[in-house]
Nanobody, 126 residues
Framework: QVQLVESGGGLVQAGDALRLSCAAS????????MGWFRQAPGKEREFVAA????????YYKDSVKGRFTISRDNSKNTMYLQMNSLKPEDTAVYHC???????????????????WGQGTHVTVSS
């Protein structure tokens, strides 16, 4: 059974940086898509970034391009989200997600992902 555990959230000021980690266990992830989603209070969960585990191809929400970088460490089965130049509108609970990379859904769709972590809070003050 795949399990995902996020860490690295916190309270920072606008312009600061944070790195989120997602430790994955329970399977070989070579055929998986892995993603980061976020949910702000009163809003729906939205796509942030995703990565094809084997090829390393990355995808980003337009508003985080150039500020956020998704990566993975195969040896540690861990995915990261480096977040620079944080803005108050980045405040949310960030969830990592994993799903079989079957190609039926795009990387931005929540339906692509079958396993979700519990989330880590990111608060950016102005």
């Amino acid at each position: 059974q795949v399990q995902l555990v996020e860490s690295g959230g916190g309270l920072v000021q606008a312009g600061d940086a944070l790195r989120l980690s997602c430790a994955a266990s329970g399977d070989s992830f070579s055929n998986y898509a892995m993603g980061w989603f976020r949910q702000a209070p009163g809003k729906e969960r939205e796509f942030v970034a995703a990565i094809n585990w084997s090829r390393g191809t990355t995808y980003y929400k337009d508003s985080v391009k150039g500020r956020f970088t998704i990566s993975r460490d195969n040896s540690k089965n861990t995915m990261y989200l480096q977040m620079n130049s944080l803005k108050p509108e980045d405040t949310a609970v960030y969830h990592c997600a994993a799903g079989w990379d079957s190609g039926v859904y795009t990387y931005t769709a929540t339906e692509k992902y079958t396993t979700w972590g519990q989330g880590t809070h990111v608060t950016v003050s102005s």
